[in-house]
């Protein structure tokens, strides 16, 4: 398996290039559309065809590249199931596998940052995060269809037991992180150690966070797959 972390430094959002060597083919997990030219070259220079562009959530601080790539590459656009989105050829729900060769890509419902958002679980190694879990941090719930206390079951009760090797690779990152693991994040997250639901649930409404500043065109045009 291929695996490759890729940034965009604007909104320090991670974008995740996975492939099967043998067969050639790719897929990525929450590309963003202001780097869909250099993942375009990337994946030539590789001699990768992409299959797939997933998404963990409908975003609100970056255009999705999904459908630009869509229109270069012919590739599906899969989104989570219930996302208000228009523009997919499918959806992941809790557990649904998506194979790709010798990858296979489990769907782990992790709403509370959004109210459809997924978690990937790769190969039962690597487990792409999105916004619900960052390296010592959470996405927040204060807007879109966040919910606190949804996001603390999410965390605890379907990441924090998976396995404690199992490698953490966030959706975003704002202090050069660039990898975790469950043990770690369960042992140092400083959001859920030593808080309950309601302790969290008071942090993350005290937390008075400027909103994104792409919010209003982000959501909109991710809905449609970042065709507008
Ligand atoms: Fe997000």
Redo the contacts with the bound molecule.
């Keep these: 398996m291929l695996f490759r972390q890729l940034f965009d430094e604007d909104s320090s959002t991670y974008t995740y290039l996975i492939a099967d060597r043998t067969l050639k083919q790719a897929l990525l997990v929450d590309p963003v559309l202001e780097q869909v030219e250099g993942n375009y070259q990337l994946l030539d220079e590789l001699g990768l065809t992409l299959e797939y562009c997933l998404e963990t959530?409908i975003?609100?601080?970056h255009i999705t590249g999904t459908g630009k790539l869509r229109t270069m590459t012919g590739c599906s656009v899969i989104v989570p199931e219930n996302a208000p989105v228009t523009c997919a050829d499918g959806f992941m729900g809790d557990k649904q596998v998506l194979k790709l060769g010798s990858i296979i890509v489990e769907a782990i419902a992790t709403p509370g940052?959004?109210n459809s958002h997924v978690a990937y679980f790769i190969n039962q190694k690597i487990l792409l995060t999105?916004?619900a879990l960052f390296i010592r941090g959470c996405?927040r719930t204060d807007f879109q269809s966040g919910d606190p206390g949804v996001l603390y079951d999410s965390v605890t009760q379907r990441l924090f037991t998976l396995p404690d090797e199992t490698l953490v690779y966030p959706?975003?990152d704002y202090n050069g992180n660039t990898v975790s693991t469950i043990g770690e994040e369960k042992q140092s997250n400083p959001r859920f150690v030593g808080r309950d639901r309601l302790q969290f649930i008071t942090l993350m409404n005290n937390l008075n966070l400027p909103n994104p500043k792409k919010i209003k065109e982000a959501v909109f045009a991710n809905q449609k797959c970042g065709n507008v």
Excluded: F, I, K
Aim: hydrophobic share 10%; aromatic share 0%; no cysteine.
């Design positions: 959530h975003h609100a601080d940052h959004t999105g916004d996405g959706g975003h």
